[in-house]
Nanobody
Framework: QVQLVESGGGLVQAGGSLSLSCAAS????????MGWFRQAPGKEREFVAG????????DLGDSVKGRFTISRNNAKNTVYLHMNSLKPEDTAVYYC??????????????????WGQGTQVTVSS
């Protein structure tokens, strides 16, 4: 069964850094694009970052450009989100998701086929 598990969330002060990981199982022989999304209370789910299977294509949401980066290690079946210069408005539950159909990076949540349970990131002022 396909499973995505996020880790690395926690508390951090504004201006600090944090890195998240997403470990995938059940997708070893299937190329997939990975996306990171986040959702704060009372708000819609928001695209954060995406990376193609080869790593050749990446995309970042407007609110995180210049601060976040995305990378992957396919040998470890793991995708990472590196967050720098964190702001209180970055506080949210962060989800990773796998897209098995589209070659490039999609920014709409409906494009993704599998989702993790999420990890909480809280940034204090």
């Amino acid at each position: 069964q396909v499973q995505l598990v996020e880790s690395g969330g926690g508390l951090v002060q504004a201006g600090g850094s944090l890195s998240l990981s997403c470990a995938a199982s059940g997708l070893t022989f299937t190329p997939y694009t990975m996306g990171w999304f986040r959702q704060a209370p009372g708000k819609e789910r928001e695209f954060v970052a995406g990376i193609s299977w080869s790593g050749g294509d990446t995309d970042l949401g407007d609110s995180v450009k210049g601060r976040f980066t995305i990378s992957r290690n396919n040998a470890k079946n793991t995708v990472y989100l590196h967050m720098n210069s964190l702001k209180p408005e970055d506080t949210a539950v962060y989800y990773c998701a796998a897209d098995l159909r589209n070659r490039g990076v999609a920014t709409m949540s409906r494009a993704y086929d599998y989702w993790g349970q999420g990890t909480q990131v809280t940034v204090s002022s």
